[in-house]
Nanobody, 125 residues
């Protein structure tokens, strides 16, 4: 089992940037799929992006493609979500999630059994 803790959220003006961190602890392996999801007030949780810890390829929702980038630091057991050119529509609670093994359906929330507590991102106009 792996424990995930997000950090880095906050208030930023439109056009600004934030970097979220997802720190993993517990039984950490390099065979985990890590996903980022977000939930805006009154809306359903949605897929943002995902990366397989042992790989370099990352996947993104169309709404964030070209603005958000996922990276990882294996030594720190941490995955990052770099968010640039933020828009008010990006305002949400952001969650990282983990699943053992490579996920083909990485955008599906129910494929991830492990979740962090979330971190709030607010983008002002």
């Amino acid at each position: 089992q792996v424990q995930l803790v997000e950090s880095g959220g906050g208030l930023v003006q439109a056009g600004g940037s934030l970097r979220l961190s997802c720190a993993a602890s517990g039984r950490t392996y390099n065979s985990y799929q890590i996903g980022w999801f977000r939930q805006a007030p009154g809306k359903e949780r949605e897929f943002v992006g995902s990366i397989f810890w042992s790989g370099d390829r990352s996947y993104y929702a169309d709404s964030v493609k070209g603005r958000f980038t996922i990276s990882k630091d294996n030594a720190k057991n941490t995955v990052y979500l770099q968010m640039n050119s933020l828009k008010p529509d990006d305002t949400a609670d952001y969650y990282c999630a983990g699943a053992l093994g490579y996920l083909i359906t990485y955008e599906e929330m129910n494929k991830y059994p492990y979740w962090g507590q979330g971190t709030q991102v607010t983008v002002s106009s």
